[in-house]
């Protein structure tokens, strides 16, 4: 399984972006992708995941209103559209799969340990 974020840049605070994640080799039906963000010195903060079970979605209380996670299946890619965003939301972001949680997990279904596969960030710059 292969996962390679595309997308960031720099943009002003208020501004938005569109994250992409596009993955291979997946063999499973059901999995979840989550979109992290790590900043040094901090945990990787789980933002928003999507179960391709049944379509549901979740969101970090920190991002939620504001970014919205979508999967595409016919170009084996999730995306992260990320409006009005602020100073806070400057990080490295990454894609990653679970075949581990059920969409009803609500306490592990943004933590970065439940997810197995992890593609290669893309670094977001908001400034103020």
């Known amino acids: 399984v292969q996962l390679q974020a595309f997308g960031g840049g720099l943009v002003q605070s208020g501004g938005s972006l569109r994250l992409s994640c596009v993955t291979s080799?997946?063999?499973?039906?059901?999995?979840?992708i989550g979109w992290f963000r790590q900043v040094p010195g901090k945990e990787r903060e789980g933002l928003a995941c999507?179960?391709?079970?049944?379509?549901?979605?979740f969101y970090a209380d920190s991002v939620k209103g504001r970014f919205t996670i979508s999967l595409d299946n016919a170009k084996n890619t999730a995306s992260l559209q990320m409006n009005n965003l602020k100073p806070d939301d400057t990080g490295v972001y990454s894609c990653a799969i679970t075949i581990r949680l059920a969409s009803s997990y609500a306490h592990r279904r943004l933590r970065h340990y439940e997810y197995d596969y992890w593609g290669q960030g893309t670094l977001v710059t908001v400034s103020s």
């Open positions: 999507i179960f391709t079970r049944d379509g549901s979605t």
């Open positions: 080799g997946i063999v499973w039906d059901n999995y979840a």
